[in-house]
């Protein structure tokens, strides 16, 4: 059974940095791309970056390119997000799934499942 715990959200002035970890259970970690994906309140949940489990390719969207990056710890079955330089706008529900990652911007996940997320509220 797939179970996705993200961890690591919080309250955080524009221009400061957060570091988001996905505890990754119920499936082969190695054998997945990965992603993180966010929801801001009224709007749709969007595709924040993913990162292919093979060749390191690795996407992120034009809004936190340059600012976040993504990484894992297969030996933890974990992945991160180190977000920097945030802004008002990156404050929304972030979550984590296996992906399909492509440069497309939407990367469909393998699963119908998501986690609990994690709220990173960025005060201006």
């Known amino acids: 059974e797939v179970h996705l715990v993200e961890s690591g959200g919080g309250l955080v002035q524009a221009g400061g940095s957060l570091r988001l970890s996905c505890a990754a259970s119920?499936?082969?970690?190695?054998?997945?791309?990965m992603g993180w994906f966010r929801q801001a309140p009224g709007k749709e949940r969007e595709g924040v970056s993913c990162?292919?489990?093979?060749?390191?390719?690795?996407y992120y969207a034009d809004s936190v390119k340059g600012r976040f990056t993504i990484s894992s710890d297969n030996s933890k079955n974990t992945l991160y997000l180190q977000m920097n330089s945030l802004k008002s706008e990156d404050t929304a529900v972030y979550y984590c799934a296996p992906v399909e990652c492509n440069s497309h911007g939407s990367f469909p996940v393998w699963y119908d499942y998501w986690g609990q997320g994690t709220q990173v509220t960025v005060s201006s």
């Open positions: 990162m292919s489990n093979s060749d390191y390719f690795t």
């Open positions: 119920g499936f082969t970690f190695d054998d997945y791309a």
